[in-house]
């Protein structure tokens, strides 16, 4: 090298070469923007947090709390996935946030640390940080996750489980021994609405609302008008929001824009995508019958469970649930039916593998991590693209990879090539014909969300079959009676216990 270009190429050059400050920026900026886009990382907003690649980060730049640093690696997490690479920054940095990322890519954690480094440590101030979830399943899983990751702080994580219980623990008169709250809406709803109001939400300082495009569903059997209650009672001025969900709604998206404070939108990869880790097939079953007949045909093969199967309502639920047991697979129902005893243990029997296939309705399609579910069934082809990202999202989760089948007859063309693209873009092949089909307009997607397909009964199992297992079932009954009385007789006065 010359002398000459030596000098020229010191960095205190003035001429018109880029003054060194600027350039290490550009330089930053580049690589910040490389990491992005290997990690499908989308960002809008202003003065952007960047992202972060490893979990020590959190220590070192952030001071995160070093027993959740030894939680988080005493779970095994090695790095982050690409939402918490962003969103964890963001939210540390005070930041409102609107967050979309795939099925099982770890949002819970995304808010979690977050949510856990902001409160610091416990506090007698009345809850501080409040997550709110659509299903009372999905609030449990997501504090038993606050719950682990807290560990050996001592951090008091509440959940709502009996209304006028809780009155009496958070109410006015209750010390304010209390840090998180997570819960579904409907219970909250309650306390807040009493005189004078049983819990009090004036000191939340992040709220977070997991599976936000659900909870902002309107109409009879939407949450918005109660999400609005709870928004409005957290009157702190210095509380801070942050919506997630895998999918992406665009009024919730407006809604944000308009009462967020400088919020800043991440995507990750393309929204509104089924994940990629789920090996998704179209079956043709031609009608309502060929549907028990495909199932029987996956049982005769043999499988490998955990296997959810999901239907369109509380009443096929029961009918295929009725039609099942007598396949001599272990096979169980959930739904919102049930007593919150049985959805317990059922969520718990399957998770502990004692049920191998479990039939449910969308209330389990929203959050719900069970770990390694090996194949959804779509029984009943989804009311529209969104339920069907949600309902396969319960497999391949965590980069463990799925399958998912979906059953489709005749009646069900009019939503088959939305979800065939889906199913496309995830990279899995679809029936070509498809592509012919009409696209649907916007206008009779949300009717068939509204007012599904009327479906044919589910019942082929012959007669004799079901009058044997009804004469069964009227045997032990009576059997089982008899044997209260028998007991009601003898016993002296023992107390039984409830349920
Ligand atoms: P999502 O809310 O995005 O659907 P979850 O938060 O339920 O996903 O997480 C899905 C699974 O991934 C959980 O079992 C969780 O323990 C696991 N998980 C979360 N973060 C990580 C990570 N950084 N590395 C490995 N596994 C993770
Ligand atoms: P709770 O029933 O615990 O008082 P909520 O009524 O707020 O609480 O809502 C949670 C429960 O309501 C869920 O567990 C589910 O059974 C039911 N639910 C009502 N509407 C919906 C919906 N749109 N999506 C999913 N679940 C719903
Ligand atoms: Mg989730």
């Known amino acids: ?12 050059n003035q001429g018109n070469k880029e003054p060194t400050a600027e350039k290490v920026e550009r330089v930053r900026r580049e690589k910040v923007n490389h990491f992005r886009n290997k990690h499908k990382i989308y960002i809008q907003g202003t003065d952007l947090p960047e992202p972060m690649a490893t979990f020590e980060q959190l220590g070192e730049e952030y001071k995160v709390h070093p027993k959740i640093m030894q939680n988080i690696e005493a779970a095994g997490f090695q790095t ?10 963001v939210m540390l940095h ?5 967050a979309c990322a795939p099925t099982g890519s770890g949002k819970t954690l995304a808010f979690g640390i977050p949510v856990l480094a902001h409160l610091k440590q416990p506090m007698n101030k009345g809850f501080r940080a409040l ?27 509440h959940m709502i489980h009996k209304a006028a219980e809780a009155a009496k623990k958070f109410g006015p008169k209750s010390s304010q021994k209390f840090d998180i709250l997570v819960s579904t809406p409907n219970r909250l709803i309650y306390l807040l609405k009493q005189d004078p109001p049983a819990i009090d939400l004036t000191r939340v300082e992040w709220l977070v609302v997991d599976e936000s495009d659900k909870l902002f569903e309107d109409g009879k059997t939407g949450f918005r008008d109660q999400l609005a209650t709870i928004f409005l009672a957290c009157t702190s001025h210095v509380v801070k929001r942050a919506m997630f969900s895998a999918t992406f709604a665009h009024d919730v998206e407006q809604w944000c ?11 990750i990869g393309a929204r509104n995508a089924a994940a990629e880790t ?25 499988f490998t469970p955990p296997v959810l199967v999901f239907v369109q309502s509380i009443e096929r639920a029961k009918e295929l649930f009725h039609e099942l047991i007598y396949e001599g697979i272990n096979v169980d129902v959930i739904h919102a039916d049930r007593t919150q005893q049985q959805r317990d243990n059922v969520v718990h029997s399957f998770r502990a593998g004692k049920i191998w296939v479990l039939i449910c309705t969308a209330l389990l399609a929203r959050g719900i991590d069970f770990k390694g579910v090996k194949m959804v069934i779509n029984f009943d082809f989804p009311s529209s693209a969104v339920e069907y990202i949600h309902r396969i999202g319960r497999t391949g989760r965590a980069g463990l990879t ?11 063309k009019p939503l088959l090539r939305s979800i065939a693209s889906l199913i496309q873009r995830a990279g899995c092949p679809v029936p070509g014909y498809i592509k012919h089909f009409r696209k649907l307009q916007s206008k009779q997607k949300k009717k068939l969300i509204k007012k599904p397909l009327e479906r044919e009964h589910i019942l082929t199992s012959p007669q004799f079959l079901r009058a044997k297992a009804k004469k069964k079932k009227r ?20 107390t039984a216990p409830e349920n």
């Open 1 to 12: 090298m010359s002398a000459l270009e030596g000098k020229l190429s010191t960095p205190k």
């Open 80 to 89: 982050p996935t690409p939402i918490q690479m962003q969103a964890i920054p």
């Open 94 to 98: 005070g930041r409102e946030l609107l």
């Open 131 to 157: 997550i709110i979830s659509p299903t009372r399943e999905l609030a449990g899983q997501t504090h038993r996750e606050l719950v682990k990751l807290s560990e050996g702080i001592g951090f008091r994580i």
């Open 257 to 267: 824009k308009l009462n967020l404070d400088n919020i800043i939108s991440v995507s």
């Open 278 to 302: 789920v090996e998704q097939e179209l079956l043709f079953v031609g009608s309502e019958t060929g549907k028990l007949l495909a199932m029987r045909d996956l049982v005769k093969k043999g």
């Open 402 to 412: 799925g399958k998912a089948i979906t059953f489709f007859t005749e009646d069900d």
């Open 475 to 494: 045997i032990s009954q009576k059997v089982k009676k008899n044997a209260k009385e028998d007991k009601a007789n003898n016993s002296q006065a023992q």
